[in-house]
Each structure stands twice: as C-alpha cells, then as structure tokens.
T-cell receptor
C-alpha cells in the first residue's frame, strides 16, 4: 500500500500561486511530512518539513489539516525556474526505509 | 562548505564489468544514503550507512550490489557484473544525524551509469 499519493502533473503560469496536495491516509502518529524538489539531471533538494498545522519558510508553505491525512505544498508567485518534480515523503525515526520512498512525484510545469 | 560530491558523474560499462560509484558526504555528515533512479521514475532507496556500518540495506538487490562507508574516504557503491538493467542515475545523500526522512538530506549531483 503506497504511503503517499500525488498528482502526476500540474501546469500553471508565472506569478501564480501553486498548491500541490499529497494524500497520506495511513500516516502514523509519529510520522513527519517532507517535500523535496528535483530539477532534471540533479539530485533532490529539501524544501520543507512539517508535522501539523502550518509551516512556512522562505521558499514555500506547508499546510497540514488536523487529521493529517493530506498535506498541501504551496509555492507563492511561481516562476519558470520552479518547473521541477516535487516529491512528498512521509516517515519517522522508527519507520525504516519505508519513509524514503520518493514515488514518481508531481511534475510541475510553469509557463510564461 | 562543499556539498555532497559524487564521482564519476557519468560512467559507461559493458555487461559483466564492475562499476564503482563514489560519494563524499558534506563536511561533518556521518550518515550516507544511496538511491537509484530509473528514467521517468522516482528515487528508490537502496542503502543507509554510517561510518563503518550498514544501518539499513533493505533496498539493495541481494546479489551483485554492495556498499561501504569506511572510516576514512568516500562511501562506495559497487555493482559487480553489471547488466543493462543497472543503467540508471545513482544518487547519494548525506545528513548530519541518523534520522531518516524527518531529517534534511543533502543530495549529490548523481552518477549516471550506462551499461552497453
């Protein structure tokens, strides 16, 4: 049973806010939610991590509802350079390598 | 502070040869992770190592693949008797502590292995 489910692809335009939602219905009590970004021919880059409610940093915001069965990565005012694959991961210290499954991610394409 | 270094960036091998992929973690990081990525696929965890120890190798194929992280020097992912199906991008990541996904991992640029 997959730990996370994300849309395969999304399109948006420069200057828009983009929200990518990840479903994790079987999230455990001590699981954290982490998002990575990957550009072609590069390794993934950490974006943001959270446990509950809302987390914000200089790059993105992460919204986690009370039941924690989903999370939404929000990218404000995207630019062409935000075109990348975005991965949602769920896991914890005792969960072993299950939490390191990146899945196929969401291909975000930003157009002018 | 240099990031995670991987070499070579590109490696071409013929079927049956050995491939050795190297990973130097970020300074101060003692935990290394190896992943494999096939074209159009996500990253698949292979192995997690700490200095001189394999912590989790649940993603490693049982045969032909091995990994080490010696006290001195880089981490090595070795693939013996390569086959065409081993062609992929291999990424290494490091972290300062041993926690898995809840801890930020810093990824290298990857090694692209092509098996002819």
């Amino acid at each position: 049973l997959a730990k996370t489910t994300q849309p395969i692809s999304m399109d948006s335009y420069e200057g828009q806010e983009v929200n990518i939602t990840c479903s994790h219905n079987n999230i455990a009590t001590n699981d954290y939610i982490t998002w990575y970004q990957q550009f072609p021919s590069q390794g993934p880059r950490f974006i943001i991590q959270g446990y509950k409610t809302k987390v914000t940093n200089e790059v993105a915001s992460l919204f986690i509802p009370a039941d924690r069965k989903s999370s939404t990565l929000s990218l404000p005012r995207v630019s062409l350079s935000d075109t990348a694959v975005y991965y949602c991961l769920v896991g914890n210290s005792g969960g072993g390598a299950d939490g390191l499954t990146f899945g196929k991610g969401t291909h975000l394409i930003i157009q002018p | 502070n240099a990031g995670v270094m991987q070499n070579p960036r590109h490696l071409v091998r013929r079927r049956g040869q050995e491939a050795r992929l190297r990973c130097s973690p970020m300074k101060g990081h003692s935990h290394v992770y190896w992943y494999r990525q096939l074209p159009e696929e996500g990253l698949k965890f292979m192995v997690y190592l700490q200095k001189e120890n394999i912590i989790d190798e649940s993603g490693m194929p049982k045969e032909r693949f091995s990994a080490e992280f010696p006290k001195e020097g880089p981490s090595i992912l070795r693939i013996q008797q390569v086959v065409r199906g081993d062609s992929a991008a291999y990424f290494c990541a490091s972290s300062p502590q041993g926690a898995l996904v809840w801890n930020e991992q810093f990824f290298g640029p990857g090694t692209r292995l092509t098996v002819l």
